[in-house]
Each structure stands twice: as structure tokens, then as C-alpha cells.
């Protein structure tokens, strides 16, 4: 089977973590034996123009690993104009698709991610050369209500104009109906991809040492680490000797640094700086608990990526953890509640060696790997292909 993938975002490169797990879906499906090429779109701001760190031209072609990306940058130069940067967008597609199937054939579906503007723009394209597209939904935007009525109606018109709903969580999938009346118990639940770069751990070893805790994310408001860093002062103020360790980059560490410091736990909080998704499987191999203190989330690779590894997680109920953190895997507390999560970092702490690692990993393994996501995905675009998939209300 020939998928062309188009992602709303995408890596600029091996190192970049920004949409990373699309990278890691391309590669499970050419794995499975599936041709996979992907075309990306990549919307620049144009506050980026005049940056050091933008100098570099993206490649229009690429074999990345063998996997053939096509890119073409695109400045978002219309942000305030109604419609306008979805047609900047639209219009770099457009060119990208011609030139996919010049050079790699016409694939038998599109899997677009992220309905605005990937979904949408495959919709509108793929009608020129009849493919059907398969729609993944990953977006916080909906829960958070940040979108505007003219990108809801963008994104109304990808979800109706899909053979196929996928979800990457179950929360997600039912907001997504209660939104989009159409579309109402339509969706279907695959998550995403880790990628296999994380061996199977032994179980703890006691070590002599403080107990470590990670939070592995954008440094933003929505990621609850104020939540988390005043949760761990209640950890190292009701005794346990541990640490927290802050891995990525973002607006507010400035802020978080300064908490750290005004609640005198500054020595004991690690600003590690954005971590390289290659550098991740040693990164969890050097901790003992995964937090995530997001406000919301549609997934969760982190914590999907901390079990693959063997470590257990603390998570918020925010709409992504949910479906990842089961039974003997760690716990989940209240999003905005600090209190409760380091009630929870406590408990954890002081129960690591309880924990079986191996039956972690294998565990997830099972759900999130490679093979048993493009198993899934297969069988669903097989569906597609049949005939069994349906457009309700094409726009």
C-alpha cells in the first residue's frame, strides 16, 4: 500500500522534536512494508525572518532514511486575515502533491494530521486526483477553545470530508463529536507511535541516591510545571529526599526558575535544557518517575515513551493520560491541583521498588509500539479502501 502523509506541522530535521511523532508513524508504516512518502508544509512566522537560529533553508527533497520528504517553507504572513494563511498553505500543498506524484507515484490514501490546516488542505487536493484521506486528530486548540468560527468551520469541513476519524485519544475523539455534531461517534482511537528506541529495563536496583522525577516538556502555562515545581516543595517539605528535573525549553522558564528559587528548593530543581528526541531513551534511563502536569493533553507521548522505557508515571486526568497510564503503571490526579500531585509524587517515591519495570515496558510495548500501531492503521486504511469508509456531509 502507497500512504502519503500530510502533517499540519513537522520535523525540520532528525533533531527537532516539534512533531516528532509523525516522523516516528511514517517510519512504523515503511517498517510494516508499506511505501510512505510524507509532504510538508512548514508555516514560518514572520517574527522568525530576522532570527539567527532561522537562517538555515529547509530542503525541498529529501531521503530521510530512505523516506521521501518533500518541504517547502511557508511564510505565515496573513495570521489576521480570515482564511489567509490556510490558502498560503493550501497553495504549498498543492505544488508539493503535484511534485509527490511526478517523482513517487499516486499514493492510494492521504493520511493528513491535524485537520487545521493539514486536514482541511488534503481534503481540498486530494479531490484533483480522487485519493481518499484519512484524518488523525491531535490538537489541544479544541479543549482549549482557542480556535476562531472560521477555522472551525476549516476543520468541520476536513472531518466531513475524511473516509476515516482517527483520535489519539478517547476523550478527544468524544469532544471532538460533541463539537462537530456530524461527526458523532465516528471517531476511532489509535495513538500514537513510540518510536523503538528504548531497551527493556531491569527492575530498580536501590541506588544510594535522591529519588528523580521528570517532567519532559514546552516550558508553557498549559503544561502545569508551576503546578509541578510547588508540588515538589511539598515532596522535599514532608521529607523525601529527591529531585525534579526540567528537560525542554520555553516562555515561562525564567518564571520557573525563579519559583524554584523563591521556595528554596532551587538546588534541588535540574533545568536541563531541550533534549533531542534521540538523546530521550538515555535521558529516561537516568530517572526514576515521569510527571506530566499538563492542564491539557490530547495524548501524551512522553508518558506513553516513559512506560516503553519501564518508567512509571505520574500523570494529570487531562484528556491523553488517561488511556495511557493503566493498572500498575503509575497514577493519574486532578489537572490544577498541585497539592494532590505531589501527594502522589510522594507516594510513588516511596513506593518505587514495588514498581515492575519490565512489566512496564512490556505492557506498552504491546499498545504504542511501531508494529502494533501500523498494524492498526493498516487495517483501518484497508477499511478505507473497500469502500466501508463514508464522507457524511462533504463540503
Request: net charge neutral; proline share 7%.
Amino acid at each position: 500500500m502507497h500512504i502519503l502523509l500530510l502533517p499540519s506541522w513537522y520535523p525540520k530535521n532528525p533533531s527537532d522534536v516539534g512533531g516528532v511523532f509523525f516522523r516516528d508513524q511514517a517510519f512504523a508504516l515503511v517498517n510494516y512494508g508499506h511505501k510512505v512518502g510524507v509532504i510538508a508544509p512548514q508555516m514560518k512566522s514572520v517574527r522568525k525572518l530576522f532570527s539567527k537560529t532561522e537562517k538555515t533553508c529547509l530542503p525541498y527533497f529529501e531521503l530521510d532514511l530512505g523516506l521521501p520528504t518533500y518541504r517547502k517553507e511557508v511564510l505565515a504572513a496573513l495570521p489576521r486575515v480570515p482564511y489567509g494563511n490556510y490558502w498560503l498553505f493550501k497553495r504549498a500543498a498543492q505544488k508539493l502533491l503535484r511534485d509527490y506524484i511526478k517523482h513517487q507515484g499516486k499514493p492510494d490514501i492521504i493520511h493528513a494530521h491535524a485537520a487545521i490546516f493539514g486536514g482541511v488542505v488534503a481534503v481540498d487536493i486530494a479531490k484533483e486526483f480522487d485519493i481518499p484521506v484519512v484524518l488523525t486528530e491531535h490538537s489541544t486548540g479544541f479543549a482549549r477553545g482557542v480556535y476562531s468560527p472560521w477555522q472551525l468551520k476549516l476543520a468541520e469541513k476536513a472531518i466531513a470530508g475524511s473516509r476515516s476519524r482517527i483520535s489519539v485519544s478517547p476523550s478527544l475523539g468524544e469532544l471532538l463529536g460533541d463539537q462537530f455534531a456530524s461527526s458523532k461517534g465516528l471517531w476511532k482511537w489509535i495513538p500514537n507511535v513510540v518510536a523503538d528506541r528504548f531497551k527493556t529495563p531491569d527492575n530498580f536496583a536501590p541506588e544510594d541516591r535522591p529519588v528523580r522525577f521528570l517532567n519532559l516538556a514546552l516550558m508553557t502555562t498549559k503544561k502545569g510545571q508551576f503546578d509541578l515545581v510547588k508540588a515538589f516543595h511539598s515532596v522535599i517539605e514532608n521529607g523525601l529526599t529527591a529531585e525534579l528535573w526540567l528537560a525542554g525549553v520555553g516562555p515561562i522558564r525564567a518564571e520557573l526558575e525563579k519559583q524554584a528559587a523563591d521556595l528554596g528548593i532551587a538546588e534541588k530543581v535540574r533545568f536541563l535544557g531541550l533534549i533531542a528526541p534521540e538523546k530521550v531513551p538515555q535521558l529516561l534511563s537516568e530517572i526514576d518517575v515521569m510527571v506530566v502536569s499538563s492542564h491539557y493533553e490530547t495524548f501524551g507521548v512522553v508518558a506513553a515513551e516513559a512506560l516503553t522505557a519501564g518508567v512509571p508515571v505520574i500523570a494529570t486526568r487531562c484528556g491523553g493520560p488517561e488511556c495511557i497510564v493503566q493498572e500498575g503503571d503509575g497514577l493519574l490526579v486532578p489537572p490544577k491541583q498541585p497539592l494532590v500531585l505531589g501527594q502522589a509524587m510522594q507516594q510513588l517515591g516511596e513506593e518505587l521498588s514495588s514498581y515492575n519495570r519490565k512489566g512496564i515496558a512490556d505492557r506498552a510495548k504491546d499498545r504504542f509500539s511501531g508494529p502494533a500501531v501500523a498494524a492498526r492503521l493498516t487495517e483501518e486504511y484497508e477499511h478505507v479502501l473497500s469502500g466501508e469508509g463514508s464522507v457524511e456531509n462533504p463540503a
